[in-house]
């Protein structure tokens, strides 16, 4: 091919239009690692006077689940966190209940805030507590109450995403708000130890960890494992606990998975790329594929995460790298 024939290639790219085929040598898709998700911050002081707004504004009935979903500024409209996830934050207040559906993408919640909700999952009721982990597996019949007498936040995390890009996405209601209970668990009960991980158990794992297993970017890390088959809780989503000890600096990391942060306890600094995060309980952040960062924390911080690690993994996408400084 040579500069001549240029004007040529245009009536040929033209021409081959309306046919809806276009020259593989003119493609505008990315060819490198990385999306098109920024870094986002959700400050937990900022949302929760928001979600006790939205209590006075729309009845649970009306709602379904009163959720303010966090959407990524990068993707607008579309409420996805990230390209490959969903998370939004859930209020449910004393007497509500959160009728019963089922759906096909998996699920899963962290308990933030507030004592005497659970979740019922295929008719297993769990009682939750703050720091709690809890799955959904996709297309399980699941519905939330709040028994107790005050309100209680979580965080929902679904891999919505996967199925819209699929063209999968199923979702059906039961006829009844509640789904028959057939089990209501205690607290480490081997009939649920596959739904439910409580925080009483991951705070005492990541206390025992010895300082040899302490990762110089991620500090102490546990990866959530489901206890019946040895793999990831969901499919598509893995899910982790990290303390940071005090006075800790960590080195510079990057990851093709993107991320999503929950402060549990404490605070920290997160410096994603160029920027500078304060990171306190509860707060929420967001960490695009393959942006580089590290963790700085004065005193102890506990991190709660999931990412899309384990579908990147099964299909032999993931790459990680400890960058030198």
């Given amino acids: 091919m040579t500069p001549s024939n240029s004007s040529e290639l245009q009536q040929f790219k ?22 098109h998700c920024v870094p986002a911050h959700w400050a937990y002081q900022a949302v929760r006077p928001l979600l006790e707004k939205s209590v006075a504004l729309i009845s649970k009935k009306d709602a379904d689940r009163r959720v303010l979903v966090m959407e990524n500024p990068s ?8 390209q490959s996830l969903y998370a939004g934050q859930q209020i449910i207040m004393p007497g509500e209940i959160a009728p019963s559906h089922r759906h096909s993408p998996n699920a899963l919640r962290f308990l933030v805030e507030g004592e005497g909700a659970y979740t019922s999952v295929d008719g297993v009721k769990m009682m939750m507590r703050p720091g709690d982990f809890v799955v959904t597996p996709n297309f399980t019949w699941h519905d939330h109450g709040n028994e107790g007498s005050q309100a209680v936040v979580w965080m929902d995390g679904l891999d919505t995403p ?20 057939t089990h209501t668990s205690q607290r480490l009960d081997q009939h649920c130890a596959s739904l439910i991980y409580p925080w009483e158990s991951s705070l005492d794992c990541l206390s025992q960890m010895p300082t040899s297993q302490m990762d110089p970017v991620h500090g102490f890390k546990l990866r959530y494992i489901n206890p019946k088959t040895g793999k990831d809780p969901l499919t598509t989503i893995a899910a982790f606990m990290q303390m940071l000890p005090k006075g800790f600096m960590g080195k510079t990391y990057r990851s093709t998975e993107h991320t999503v942060m929950n402060v549990a306890q404490g605070s920290c600094i997160l410096e994603v790329g160029s920027q500078t995060y304060h990171l306190a309980t509860h707060d929420v952040m967001v960490v695009p594929s ?10 102890m911080a506990v991190i709660f995460s999931f990412s899309d690690r384990c579908a990147q993994q099964a299909l032999g996408f993931w790459r990680e790298e400890y960058l030198v400084e």
């Avoid at 993707?75 to 990230?82: A, C, D, M, N, Q």
């Avoid at 199925?163 to 199923?170: E, R, V």
């Avoid at 393959?290 to 005193?299: A, I, K, N």
């Fill in 14 to 35: 033209e021409a081959i239009d309306p046919l809806n085929l276009l020259p593989l040598w003119e493609r505008q898709m990315k060819l490198l690692p990385g999306s």
């Fill in 75 to 82: 993707l607008k409209g579309s409420s996805f966190i990230s």
């Fill in 162 to 181: 996967f199925t819209s890009l699929f063209g999968a996405h199923f979702r059906e209601n039961y006829p009844q708000d509640i789904y028959p209970v």
């Fill in 290 to 299: 393959w942006e580089p960062y590290r963790f700085l924390s004065s005193d």
